[in-house]
């Protein structure tokens, strides 16, 4: 058996249908503004950090060392165990004294000087100076011409110098005499004592050494004796420091450049042969004089 519902439960639905509506109407439900102060901003998300083998390139140019000086890309690849505890920094310099840098600035100008002076001589002489050179000789060195016209040559210069009696160069060549490169002249001293001396006529032979041993030379007369000579050849600065002379007849005029050069002229006479040794005896007298001022560290 079926109940029906009571009335006062379906007088609202028969008043909805006689209206025309299937269903009540509902106003729309009103947006609620919002103040800027409740609006919230929405930030994005942290990412969570993944590395990332080139993310070093954002850190270049930033101070990673604190001011430390740390090559932060160095290798010890290649380096030895010596130069990585030393370290590859250039060691400091210490301090030189002012004094010490003025004698260093001298020496190494003195230096180019001879250097300069080696350069401007001629090649026969650079050749000679570069030879070996015997050290500690004393030996003093006289230089007489090459030519076979003076008086005095390679073939007379021993009986000269030594016997201190003259004989022609033809004199002796007639005797079979041979000519030598070099003499070695024994002066006899009072008291027996003997002192040696060399005799060249070739200066291209002696070394750079050699010249400070030179004491004497024969001047011939003209100006081209001395070419190829230190002191670029000058007559007046060659006779400055090494003692000159020149051998004369009497009767013969004297050589217009041996007259005007500070040269010691000595004089033999044909006629009065006697006085050769007292003549010749000139030739040490003045030498001795001059080496005694100039030269007391050579033997004489």
Request: proline share 8%; charged share 25%.
């Amino acid at each position: 058996m079926i109940r029906r519902p009571p009335r006062s439960t379906l007088f609202p639905y028969t008043t909805l249908f006689r209206s025309g509506s299937s269903r009540p109407q509902q106003e729309p439900p009103q947006m609620q503004q919002q103040t800027p102060r409740q609006q919230m901003v929405q930030r994005p998300a942290p990412q969570a950090a993944v590395y990332n083998r080139y993310d070093q390139e954002r850190f270049r140019g930033k101070e990673e060392t604190e001011g430390f000086k740390i090559d932060t890309l160095g290798t010890y690849h290649g380096m030895t165990l010596k130069s990585v505890t030393e370290g590859t920094q250039p060691k400091r310099v210490p301090m030189v004294p002012p004094t010490t840098i003025a004698a260093t600035t001298t020496q190494q100008q003195q230096q180019q000087h001879n250097q300069h002076q080696a350069s401007t001589q001629p090649p026969q002489m650079n050749v000679a100076m570069n030879r070996q050179v015997k050290r500690g000789s004393r030996t003093p060195i006289i230089i007489i011409p090459a030519v076979n016209s003076t008086l005095i040559t390679m073939y007379n210069a021993k009986d000269i110098l030594q016997d201190l009696r003259y004989m022609s160069t033809d004199e002796k060549k007639a005797q079979g005499c041979k000519r030598d490169n070099e003499i070695l002249v024994q002066r006899r001293k009072e008291g027996a004592a003997t002192v040696s001396y060399r005799v060249i006529d070739n200066p291209a032979k002696l070394l750079r050494e050699d010249w400070d041993r030179v004491v004497a030379v024969f001047v011939q007369g003209p100006a081209w004796q001395f070419k190829g000579w230190p002191w670029d050849g000058n007559p007046v600065d060659i006779f400055a420091r090494i003692k000159a002379f020149h051998l004369k007849w009497d009767e013969m005029p004297l050589d217009t450049n041996v007259a005007k050069w500070a040269v010691h002229v000595i004089q033999l006479s044909k006629t009065k042969r006697h006085l050769d040794r007292a003549n010749l005896l000139m030739f040490w007298e003045v030498l001795d004089k001059y080496m005694l001022k100039n030269k007391p560290h050579l033997r004489f």
